[in-house]
Nanobody, 124 residues
Framework: QLQLVESGGGLVQAGDSLRLSCAASGRTFNLYTMGWFRQSPEKERVLVAAINWNGDSTFSADSVKGRFTILRDDAKNMVWLQMNNLKPEDTAVYYC?????????????????WGQGTQVTVSS
């Protein structure tokens, strides 16, 4: 069992940076692939970044490549999403998720545990 709690969302202006945090409870956090999804109104929830269980593989969606970075610290049971040069189209609810698959998988159904989400709003 893994519980995830996100924080760090807010209202920012275009070009600003935000760092989202995801705190995990559970002794097996280091075995999970971690991902950050986002969902805008009337749109599907999509994967924007992920990092595999041992941190040697990462994924970034084309829409955020070069601007967003995913990081994890297994000693702290934490994963972060560093978001730079934010754009209005990045506005969404961001969700932290954990998958028992050892490799990165983009499918939402592959993720077993989810946080409650944190709102990010980017004004132009």
């Amino acid at each position: 069992q893994l519980q995830l709690v996100e924080s760090g969302g807010g209202l920012v202006q275009a070009g600003d940076s935000l760092r989202l945090s995801c705190a995990a409870s559970g002794r097996t956090f280091n075995l999970y692939t971690m991902g950050w999804f986002r969902q805008s109104p009337e749109k599907e929830r999509v994967l924007v970044a992920a990092i595999n269980w041992n941190g040697d593989s990462t994924f970034s969606a084309d829409s955020v490549k070069g601007r967003f970075t995913i990081l994890r610290d297994d000693a702290k049971n934490m994963v972060w999403l560093q978001m730079n040069n934010l754009k209005p189209e990045d506005t969404a609810v961001y969700y932290c998720a954990a998958s028992r698959f050892p490799s990165i998988n983009m499918r939402r159904a592959s993720y077993d545990y989810w946080g409650q989400g944190t709102q990010v709003t980017v004004s132009s």
